[in-house]
């Protein structure tokens, strides 16, 4: 059985290494930064970069209005760091002229661990994924202050001064974490995203 196709928003950040953790877990992974390139893909993730420079080059790209469409009509999207921020309704401590596609009933708050200095690892359970808890680098990430009705939480940090911080959610199709999964060599959370396109499909 063929994989989905799942692009990787191909504007900033480390696309190269979601498009490689997305092929081991079975998709027909591909970067796309044009409309045309969207319409042929059966789900998006918006990888870890600078959420203000995302949303900047997504109205540049003008891919703003199709990924706000194909959200609304289903798509599943997953977003790691910056793609956590870019998902949320509100975001605390982000720019005034910063806009995201606002899937997810979420408030995240932007840097909220601190600057680079504060980036550090930690083990994180994820909710509906099997076996050890996911060691968790966290970039200069945000956290989830607050999430609506409709909103799963699935993974909290469990120790240290980051502990019970809410760091992995998911609402319907779309899944945010607050760290780096493509980092790690770890597939499973990409594969959990590929079961979810596969499913949506």
Same mark, same amino acid.
């Given at each position: 059985?063929?994989?989905?196709?799942?692009?990787?928003?191909?504007?900033?950040?480390?696309?190269?290494?979601?498009?490689?953790?997305?092929?081991?877990?079975?998709?027909?992974?591909?970067?796309?930064?044009?409309?045309?390139?969207?319409?042929?893909?059966?789900?998006?993730?918006?990888?870890?970069?600078?959420?203000?420079?995302?949303?900047?080059?997504?109205?540049?790209?003008?891919?703003?209005?199709?990924?706000?469409?194909?959200?609304?009509?289903?798509?599943?999207?997953?977003?790691?760091?910056?793609?956590?921020?870019?998902?949320?309704?509100?975001?605390?401590?982000?720019?005034?002229?910063?806009?995201?596609?606002?899937?997810?009933?979420?408030?995240?708050?932007? =840097?909220?661990?601190?600057?680079?200095?504060?980036?550090?690892?930690?083990?994180?359970?994820?909710?509906?994924?099997?076996?050890?808890?996911?060691?968790?680098?966290?970039?200069?990430?945000?956290?989830?202050?607050?999430?609506?009705?409709?909103?799963?939480?699935?993974?909290?940090?469990?120790?240290?001064?980051?502990?019970?911080?809410?760091?992995?959610?998911?609402?319907? =199709?779309?899944?945010?974490?607050?760290?780096?999964?493509?980092?790690?060599?770890?597939?499973?959370?990409?594969?959990?995203?590929?079961?979810?396109?596969?499913?949506?499909?």
């Amino acid at each position: 059985m063929s994989g989905p196709t799942i692009g990787v928003l191909a504007l900033q950040g480390d696309v190269r290494e979601h498009v490689a953790a997305l092929a081991g877990a079975g998709a027909d992974a591909r970067p796309v930064r044009r409309p045309v390139e969207l319409d042929a893909v059966d789900g998006l993730v918006i990888p870890g970069g600078e959420s203000t420079t995302i949303s900047k080059l997504a109205d540049i790209f003008e891919m703003r209005e199709p990924i706000d469409k194909r959200i609304a009509g289903g798509m599943p999207v997953y977003g790691s760091c910056a793609g956590m921020i870019m998902l949320a309704s509100e975001v605390l401590d982000g720019r005034p002229d910063q806009r995201g596609f606002a899937g997810i009933d979420m408030t995240v708050r932007r =840097n909220a661990f601190g600057r680079q200095v504060d980036s550090f690892e930690a083990p994180v359970e994820i909710t509906g994924v099997a076996g050890e808890p996911f060691h968790a680098v966290f970039i200069r990430a945000p956290w989830v202050e607050r999430v609506g009705a409709g909103v799963e939480v699935l993974g909290r940090v469990t120790d240290g001064p980051a502990a019970d911080r809410i760091v992995a959610v998911r609402q319907g =199709n779309l899944l945010a974490t607050s760290f780096h999964p493509e980092l790690t060599g770890d597939l499973r959370l990409h594969r959990y995203f590929v079961d979810l396109v596969r499913a949506a499909a």
